[in-house]
Nanobody, 111 residues
Framework: QVQLVESGGGLVQPGGSLRLSCTGSGFSSSNGMNWYRQAPGKERELVAGISPSGGITNYSNSVKGRFTISRDNAKRTVYLQMNSLKPEDAAVYYC?????WGQGTQVTVSS
């Protein structure tokens, strides 16, 4: 029974920062990791991805320059550093690898 668990979500003001973490038995240093998000009434969106060794990253245009994905394979953890947060960033954020998904962590951006 493999699993991933996200943490670090919460309430932040516009312009603020949060760091999300994802770890668990579903983490593998051999697989890429992704962060997705889904806001109410909207489609699930790929936010960022990272290759197994961390050498290649990709971002959606909406978060490029503000978010940074990273991983620490020794800690079996992937991170999403979110800076300059905007109200439109509010969503449930999920980490994913292969067919394994976390339960999601809520990010709320409001003044």
């Amino acid at each position: 029974q493999v699993q991933l668990v996200e943490s670090g979500g919460g309430l932040v003001q516009p312009g603020g920062s949060l760091r999300l973490s994802c770890t668990g038995s579903g983490f593998s240093s051999s697989n890429g990791m992704n962060w997705y998000r889904q806001a109410p009434g909207k489609e699930r969106e790929l936010v960022a991805g990272i290759s197994p060794s961390g050498g290649i990253t990709n971002y959606s245009n909406s978060v490029k320059g503000r978010f940074t994905i990273s991983r620490d394979n020794a800690k079996r953890t992937v991170y999403l550093q979110m800076n300059s947060l905007k109200p439109e960033d509010a969503a449930v954020y999920y980490c994913q690898s292969r067919k394994i998904w976390g339960q999601g962590t809520q990010v709320t951006v409001s003044s």
